[in-house]
C-alpha cells in the first residue's frame, strides 16, 4: 500500500493495470458503452466483466487479503477506478456487492456469513442490490418504515424500498428495516441479508423523466429471512450502515465522473465549433473553463486520497467531492443544450434531463452542505 | 507527482503560521505603523522565512508546491511587506549573496518599456529587472512615481523599464504564488465568517444556525477546496495558453469566499474598521499581479506549450 500518487509503487500499479486493461476491456463497449447492444448482450458484457476481474485479482482491490481481496489503500484504489474508466471499461453487476455488502460483512459480519457470500462476491456468482431508500425515507434515511418483525427462528419483512439498482438481476439484498419501536430513532433498526428470489419478493421498474429506467422499486410482502442472515446486532442496523456509508466508496463514483466529465468537456468544445488545438480566440463562447473544471476534479479527488491515505478522515473530502462534480455535470449539460450544435443536440438533451438525478442521489445537494456546514465547519444545527 | 505538500513543508507552514499570528495578532489592518512593518519585517528574517524557496547547502529545495504551502499561511495574515516577491527572487537568483533581512522585488514586463512593481516603496527594498539579454540588474523607483495602493496589502507602482522580460517559469512562481497568498486570505476570510456566524445572534439564535447562511458558507468551502486544487494542478503543470483560464478560474474562487465572508458580515463586514476589505482588495490586487504576468506572455506569443515543473 502507498500513500502518493508519485510513489513508484502506484506508477508501477498504473502501468500494469493500463495493459491488462488493454487486453481485457471488451471491443464492442470500449467502442460505444453498449449503446448498439441489446438488454441481454450488456448483461452478459458486464458479467463477463465480473468474472474477469476476479480471474485476474481486480475484484475486491480494498478488500483485505485474508478475504480475498489485495489488501490496496486508497491511492491504489483511485487509480484503479480512474484507469478503469479511462479504458472505457463496463461497470460490473457486482458493484453494490464489492462496494457496499462485502465491506459491511467484513466489518459486521459472523465468520458464517462471511465464508458464505464473500467469495461469490468477488467471483461475480452472486449479484447484490442496496435496499435502504424507501418512499419515506430519503434524506431521512433512519425514518425506514420497512418491518421486520421476529417470529421464533425468522424475521417477517413486509414494506417497499425505492431506487434499487440491480435488483432485477439480484440474488441478495443488503436489507436496512426496522426490528423496534417507531420512536427508539437510530436504535430500532436492523440490517439483514435477504433472498431477492424468496417468495414476497416483487421488483418493478421505476421509469425516470428521461423514459429510461436504471432502477427498481422492491415490494416485501410477509418475505420470511432467517434471523442467522441478520448483520451485527439486533436494533444495531443504523451503525452498521453508517460504517459503509461514510468510507470511500464516494472515491469510486468520483473517478468515473471525473472520466464522463472529461469526455464531456471535450464534447462542448467540438460542438462548439473548435478542436482543441484551434483554441485562443473568444468564440468558444466560455465553454473551454470547463475543461479546467474537471481537471479540478481530479486533483481535489487526489488530494482528497493522499490525505485519507495518510490517516485523515475521508468523510469531510467526500461531501465536497459529490457536491463539485454533482453541480459541474449539470452546468456541462445545460452549456451543451445552449450551444445548439444540431448533430449533438438530442445527445444534450438526454444528458440534461438525466443529469438532474446527480444533485438527488447519494444525499442530495442540500444534504451535502448541511455536512460541510455541522460537520467540517462546525456551524450550529 | 506531488499531490500535497511535503511534511516538512506542512511543518514549516504550521510553525510559520504561528509566528504570523504573534506578529499580526488582529488580523488584516491598513493602518499599520511603519515602525511595526519593520519590526515584522526584522522578525521574518531573524527567523531566515525569506530563505525557503532557496536551495539548502545540500542543493535540496522545496518544491513550488511546497514553497506555496508557506505562502498560503503568510496570506491569512499577510501585512504589506514585500515578503512573497524576496522569497520568489532569492528563489531565482540562488547563489547571489544577498543578506537575509534585504527586502527584494521584481518587475512584471506591461507592454512596451513598462513594468510593474509589487511593494515599490518598502524602506530598502531592492528592485531586480531581468532584461531580455537575460542580466540582472537593480532599477529605482523615481521619487514622485505613481503608486496604485487599491490593494492595501500589496501597493504597485507602474515604471518606465525597457528591455524588461519574465520568462515562463518565472510567471509559473508568479502566478502559483499569488494564488496561494489568494487561497490563504480565503481561508482566513472562511475562518472569520464561520467565527461570526457562531457568535452572532439574531431572531433568538446564532445566525449560523440559519440553513441559508450555512448553505453559503459550505459553498465558501467548496470554492476554497476547489481553488486549492487548482493551484496544485498550476504548481505541478504550469501554464499554457489552454489552462490560463485555470488560474483565473482559482481567482475567482478566492474572491467568492471573501465576498461570502463580507456578506456573512452583514452591515459590520462594510466597515472600514472590520478590515474584511483588506482581503477583498488583496485577491483583486493578487489577481491583477498574475494578469499582468500571464499577458506578458501568453498574449503575444504563440509558441508557449506548458512549462512542465517536473519534481
Not at chain 1, 459503509?244 to 463514483?253: H, P, Q, S, Y
Not at chain 2, 522585488?105 to 531580455?132: N, Q
Not at chain 2, 439564535?205 to 476547489?226: T, Y
Request: some cysteine.
Amino acid at each position: 500500500m502507498t500513500t502518493s500518487f508519485g510513489s513508484p509503487e502506484a506508477r508501477a500499479f498504473r502501468e500494469r493495470l493500463r495493459t491488462w486493461l488493454a487486453g481485457n476491456v471488451p471491443e464492442a463497449w470500449r467502442r460505444a458503452g453498449g449503446e448498439d447492444l441489446t438488454d441481454d448482450e450488456v448483461v452478459e458484457v458486464r458479467r463477463e466483466w465480473d468474472r474477469r476481474l476476479f480471474a485476474a485479482g481486480y475484484a475486491g482491490v480494498t478488500w483485505p487479503v485474508e478475504f480475498g481481496g489485495r489488501g490496496f489503500g486508497p491511492v491504489e484504489e483511485y487509480v484503479f477506478y480512474e484507469e478503469c474508466a479511462r479504458a472505457g471499461a463496463p461497470e460490473g453487476l457486482g458493484r453494490v456487492g464489492r462496494l457496499l455488502a462485502g465491506p459491511t460483512l467484513i466489518a459486521h459480519g459472523t465468520d458464517e456469513q462471511r465464508a458464505r457470500y464473500l467469495r461469490p462476491i468477488l467471483s461475480g456468482e452472486e449479484i447484490w442490490c442496496q435496499g435502504f431508500s424507501e418512499p419515506g425515507a430519503g434524506s431521512d434515511l433512519a425514518a425506514v418504515r420497512t418491518r421486520a418483525g421476529r417470529d421464533g427462528a425468522v424475521y417477517r419483512v413486509s414494506g417497499q424500498k425505492t431506487w434499487t439498482s440491480f435488483a432485477h438481476y439480484a440474488d441478495w439484498c443488503l436489507l436496512l428495516a426496522l426490528t423496534g419501536p417507531a420512536e427508539l430513532r437510530h436504535r430500532n433498526l436492523s440490517m439483514l441479508i435477504v433472498d431477492m428470489h424468496a417468495p414476497g419478493v416483487t421488483v418493478r421498474p421505476i421509469r425516470q423523466i428521461s423514459g429510461r429506467s436504471e432502477f427498481n422499486e422492491v415490494f416485501f410482502d410477509d418475505v420470511e429471512v432467517p434471523v442467522a442472515n441478520r448483520i451485527g446486532a439486533e436494533d444495531d442496523g443504523w451503525r452498521v450502515a453508517m460504517t459503509v456509508l461514510t468510507n470511500e466508496r464516494g472515491m469510486a463514483e468520483a473517478a468515473n465522473r471525473y472520466v464522463d466529465l472529461m469526455a464531456d468537456s471535450r464534447q462542448l468544445l467540438e460542438c462548439a465549433g473548435h478542436r482543441p488545438s484551434r483554441i485562443g480566440g473568444d468564440t468558444l463562447g466560455g465553454v473551454e473553463v470547463y475543461a479546467d473544471r474537471v481537471e479540478a476534479l481530479r486533483w481535489q479527488v487526489m488530494r482528497a486520497v493522499e490525505k485519507s491515505a495518510r490517516g485523515g478522515d475521508w468523510f469531510p473530502s467526500m461531501a465536497v467531492l459529490k457536491l463539485y462534480w454533482s453541480e459541474l455535470m449539470q452546468d456541462m449539460a445545460s452549456a451543451g443544450l445552449g450551444l445548439g450544435c444540431a448533430e449533438h443536440a438530442s445527445w444534450w438533451r438526454r444528458r440534461y434531463l438525466e443529469s438532474r438525478a446527480t444533485t438527488i442521489y447519494s444525499g442530495t445537494s442540500e444534504i451535502q452542505r448541511n455536512i460541510i456546514a455541522e460537520r467540517v465547519l462546525g456551524l450550529p444545527k | 507527482m506531488q499531490v500535497l505538500p511535503s511534511d516538512t513543508a506542512t511543518e514549516a507552514g504550521s510553525a510559520f503560521a504561528e509566528l504570523l499570528a504573534d506578529l499580526n495578532s488582529d488580523g488584516w489592518r491598513a493602518d499599520t505603523a511603519v515602525d511595526r512593518l519593520a519590526n515584522a519585517w526584522s522578525a521574518l528574517a531573524a527567523g531566515g522565512w525569506p530563505l525557503v524557496g532557496e536551495a539548502g547547502p545540500d542543493g535540496d529545495a522545496f518544491s513550488l508546491l511546497d514553497v506555496c504551502e508557506l505562502i498560503e499561511a503568510w496570506g491569512g495574515r499577510a501585512l504589506p511587506v514585500p515578503f512573497v516577491p524576496t522569497v520568489l527572487v532569492r528563489r531565482w537568483t540562488a547563489g547571489a549573496a544577498m543578506p537575509t533581512e534585504q527586502p527584494l522585488s521584481y518587475t512584471i514586463p506591461v507592454g512596451e518599456g513598462a513594468a510593474v512593481v509589487p511593494y515599490p516603496t518598502f524602506p530598502g527594498t531592492r528592485i531586480l529587472a531581468l532584461r531580455a539579454s537575460g542580466s540582472t540588474e537593480a532599477i529605482e523607483v523615481p521619487e514622485g512615481s505613481p503608486v496604485d495602493d487599491f490593494d492595501l496589502l500589496m501597493p504597485v507602482a507602474a515604471v518606465a523599464a525597457p528591455e524588461i522580460t519574465l520568462t515562463l517559469d518565472r510567471v509559473v512562481d508568479v502566478c502559483a504564488a499569488s494564488l496561494a497568498e489568494a487561497v490563504g486570505v480565503a481561508a482566513t476570510a472562511l475562518r472569520r465568517a464561520v467565527a461570526h456566524a457562531r457568535q452572532r445572534e439574531q431572531f433568538g439564535r446564532p445566525v449560523g444556525a440559519f440553513q441559508a447562511v450555512k448553505h453559503r458558507c459550505a459553498n465558501m468551502h467548496v470554492d476554497l477546496e476547489i481553488a486549492r486544487s487548482l493551484l496544485t494542478r498550476l504548481a505541478q503543470t504550469g501554464i499554457s495558453r489552454e489552462s490560463r483560464t485555470a488560474v483565473t478560474e482559482g481567482f475567482e474562487r478566492t474572491r467568492r469566499v471573501v465576498e461570502g465572508c463580507i456578506q456573512v458580515h452583514g452591515g459590520m463586514g462594510f466597515t472600514w474598521e472590520t478590515g474584511l476589505h483588506l482581503g477583498l482588495r488583496h485577491v483583486v490586487g493578487l489577481a491583477a499581479l498574475a494578469d499582468h504576468a500571464m499577458d506578458g506572455w501568453l498574449g503575444g506569443r504563440d509558441d508557449v506549450r506548458t512549462a512542465a515543473r517536473g519534481r
